[in-house]
């Protein structure tokens, strides 16, 4: 079944490309960044050892959780939702429009568009869920967060090669805008979540991104995250500022403590059975 969905999908990205190159590289670094998402959903089905029943539905939402993401960038030609449109509520008006999840009974079918409507939140309320909403809103929250990780070191060292072509569609702001928001910092330094909307600089961006560590659900996911180098990438390439010296340590402690733990639950794990 989830072949005649990728076949769907392609169809669908390519319905979108047209003769205007912004337009066209962006196109495909959504299809990219969801074909990335969706391996890194697969590698955490693995990891949870998930029936082959949830796995399907994993993946859907994964190859589902992006599609306003097209249509916004041809209608508004900004991924930032403030200025334009929530992309995740576009998902759902794409999967609905296009009778996407029709077939699949209708739990499954809320918690896939459940799962599609948090992934994008600042932060989600747990308890109003059904556990299979709560897993799938999981999953595709840090099967999403791997992969921009991903995207905005390849961005940052696009833009340290060549600052005028570096891709500004992303939204990063001004990459020459250096210094850390009081409050934004502290909010790291807290583990609290930073709001997109008092972002100033690109330091707060950075800041932005490490503030996600704490919202990571699944050790597997963080330490995708930490083995891949991308932690370490946002915290070498803050200024060297009182706050953001005390956001690395923050950071830094935090994600070790995390890792060690989860490591020596694994090793107490092997050695029982
Ligand atoms: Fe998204």
Redesign the pocket.
């Given at each position: 079944m989830i072949k005649n969905r990728l076949i769907w999908f392609a169809d669908f990205v390519d319905s979108h490309l047209c003769e205007d190159e912004f337009i066209n590289r962006n196109i495909e670094l959504k299809r990219e960044h969801t074909k990335m998402v969706c391996l890194e959903m697969q590698r955490l089905c693995e990891i949870l050892k998930l029936d082959p029943r949830l796995t399907e539905l994993a993946m859907i939402t994964a190859l589902y959780?992006?599609l306003?993401?097209f249509p916004q960038i041809v209608e508004y030609r900004t991924f930032s939702d403030p200025q334009s449109c929530c992309?995740?509520t576009e998902?759902i008006n794409v999967m609905n429009r296009n009778s996407l999840l029709e077939g699949l009974d209708e739990t499954d079918s809320n918690a896939i568009k459940t799962a599609v409507k948090l992934?994008?939140k600042l932060d989600f309320d747990t308890e109003s869920l059904d556990e299979k909403q709560l897993l799938l809103t999981r999953m595709i929250r840090d099967a999403?967060k791997i992969d921009i990780y991903r995207v905005i070191s390849e961005a940052y060292h696009e833009y340290l090669k060549d600052p005028q072509s570096y891709n500004r569609a992303i939204g990063f702001g001004d990459f020459e805008q250096k210094k850390a928001t009081p409050e934004i910092a502290a909010a790291v330094i807290k583990g609290k979540p930073v709001l997109y909307a008092g972002v100033k600089t690109f330091t707060d961006r950075k800041l932005l991104h490490l503030g996600w560590l704490f919202q990571i659900h699944y050790d597997a996911a963080l330490n995708r995250i930490h083995s891949r180098g991308y932690i370490k990438m946002l915290l070498e390439s803050l200024p060297d500022c009182p706050l953001c010296c005390k956001v690395r340590t923050t950071v830094e402690s935090y994600v070790k403590n995390r890792l060690a733990l989860s490591a020596g639950i694994y090793e107490q794990k092997q050695k029982i059975t």
């Open positions: 959780h992006d306003g993401r992309h995740a998902s992934h994008n999403d």
